[in-house]
């Protein structure tokens, strides 16, 4: 199992991270604990999204190495769907991370 967790941030408003997080809305989702909220997102399962003014987090886990490069490609496919008719990169900072531990809402 691998770990991914991506960090969003908006490169100047943070209108683009609202959109990003009502356009992500739209899957199945569950309020958890805290700012988070569970989600179940097609093509990448289980996500752990945390929420402050600064950022956004997506938790996640891949099978393996194929699932974790299906789940970037559908998380950059979001991005994009939040600013449509602009690159997403001119709009949010995306970070990738693997960190040693799995998150344990999503064990």
Known sequence: MISLTATIRPMESARALNLFGRSIRRFWHLPAKGNQTLMTIPQVGKVLLGESAASTSLDM????????????AVIEDELRRAVPGQEYTQSFSLQWARPATIPPLLR
Do not use: F, G, L
């Open 61 to 72: 886990v891949a099978t393996d190495e194929a699932a974790a490069q299906t789940i970037v």
